[in-house]
């Protein structure tokens, strides 16, 4: 069984980081890839990052690239997400996830497993 317990969440002004954390109880035979996703009230989630098991590779959403920081730690069983120079419209739920698939991975229906999420308010 797989759980996701995501922390790092808060209250930042604009331009300011935050960085995320998602500890992971998972199978080390199984090669999940581990996303991050978001979600704003009345707005679906969207994919935000993903990263390989093997952390060589990443992908990031546009709105993100360049800002954003997805990195894992395999022996710790975390992943993590720095969030630098951060917008308003980067307020959401944030959400890790896990899934058999490849790193391009976007769609949040083919992650088979979910964090409970943490809140992220940027204000201007």
């Known amino acids: 069984q797989v759980q996701l317990v995501e922390s790092g969440g808060g209250l930042v002004q604009a331009g300011g980081s935050l960085r995320l954390s998602c500890a992971a109880s998972i199978r080390t035979d199984r090669r999940y890839t581990m996303g991050w996703f978001r979600q704003a009230p009345g707005k679906e989630r969207e994919f935000v990052a993903a990263i390989s098991w093997s952390g060589g590779s990443t992908y990031y959403a546009e709105s993100v690239k360049g800002r954003f920081t997805n990195s894992r730690d395999n022996a710790k069983n975390t992943l993590y997400l720095q969030m630098n120079s951060l917008k308003p419209e980067d307020t959401a739920v944030y959400y890790c996830?896990?899934?058999?698939?490849?790193?391009?991975?976007?769609?949040?229906?083919?992650?088979?497993?979910w964090g409970q999420g943490t809140q992220v308010t940027v204000s201007s």
């Open positions: 996830a896990a899934g058999l698939v490849v790193v391009t991975t976007v769609e949040a229906r083919k992650y088979s497993h």
